[in-house]
């Protein structure tokens, strides 16, 4: 049996044991999925456990998405440009990182029909899943990218159709694609949203990357406001079927993406319906 986890700060919302155990069921293969929550300073530690316990993959959350990078032994090319990695291949004992939101991100958006092409996007937040986003929505053709952020920075990104503002600047912004990448909202804080209805009337499609709740305060807003809403679990789903594909090192069915969704749907998040 071989082992496998996830890395983050606080997982006791998680549903990726769950998701990685029916993958790994699809696919014929026994292993094991472990919560790993560890405190900033000790990543370093983790990094040399997971070789010691010869961990063969890892899945990484918030908020060590960019963290973890210095830990590792090379980095991939989408990953490297993307800036943040979400998954850890033990391979031949080197430590190697990879970003497969990036993959998860457009599983959601082309399952629930949000087309990028020519769109004004915002993404709240500015950690390691916005960067997903933002790379996603560019190669995909988005017009305009807002990236909004406490602090923040332009510096940052010296593209031109890319700009960083202010939650107060977001104001007068009106797009096509609203994305929530911050944990405001996420279990147990399910009655936060990370900005209001005012700010949600503005666009037309509002997508929450947060999965427990599967309908965040943030969506509930954008269902009073009659826009097409769009939960984080297809992403999570996809990102993890990507993931098990780089462990593995085959190709794994795509179809098993919307069958594990409404399986984790209807068992975990109790939404028969849909």
């Known amino acids: 049996m071989e082992f496998y986890g996830l890395l983050g700060e606080k997982l006791s ?3 990726s044991p769950e998701i990685h155990f029916e993958i790994l069921n ?9 919560l790993f929550e560890i405190e900033k300073d000790n990543l370093s530690d983790f990094a040399k ?17 960019k963290d ?16 943040a990695v979400n998954t850890i291949y033990l391979n031949n004992g080197s430590l190697q990182g990879f970003n497969t939101d990036y993959y998860g991100f457009g599983v959601m958006l082309k399952i629930s029909g949000i087309e990028v092409k020519d769109s004004v996007a915002v993404i709240l937040g500015n950690g390691g899943a916005s960067r997903a986003v933002l790379h996603y929505l560019l190669d995909n053709g988005a017009r305009e990218v807002y990236i909004v952020s406490r602090k923040p920075n332009n510096e940052e990104y010296s593209l031109s159709n890319v700009k960083v503002i202010s939650y107060e600047e977001l104001k007068g912004i009106k797009g096509d694609i609203l994305i929530n990448s911050t944990p405001v909202g996420m279990y147990p804080n399910i009655l936060e949203s990370p900005v209001s209805k005012d700010i949600i009337s503005n666009f ?8 427990n709740p599967y309908e965040t305060k943030f969506l509930s807003y954008g269902k009073e406001l009659n826009k097409k809403i769009v939960g984080g679990l297809y992403m999570l789903v996809g990102q993890a ?9 085959e ?8 069958d594990i969704y409404n399986r984790i749907n209807i068992r975990f998040l109790g939404n028969k319906d849909r």
């Open 13 to 15: 919302y998680s549903l």
């Open 26 to 34: 699809s696919i014929k293969r026994e292993g094991a999925y472990k």
């Open 49 to 65: 456990a997971l070789k010691l316990l010869k961990v063969k993959g890892c899945n990484v959350t918030i908020p060590y998405k």
């Open 68 to 83: 973890i990078m210095k830990e590792l032994d090379g980095i991939s090319e989408e990953a490297a440009k993307i800036g």
């Open 204 to 211: 037309a499609s509002i997508v929450d990357l947060i999965y």
């Open 241 to 249: 079927v990507k993931a098990q594909e780089i462990w593995q090192e």
């Open 251 to 258: 190709e794994i069915d795509q179809g098993i993406i919307k």
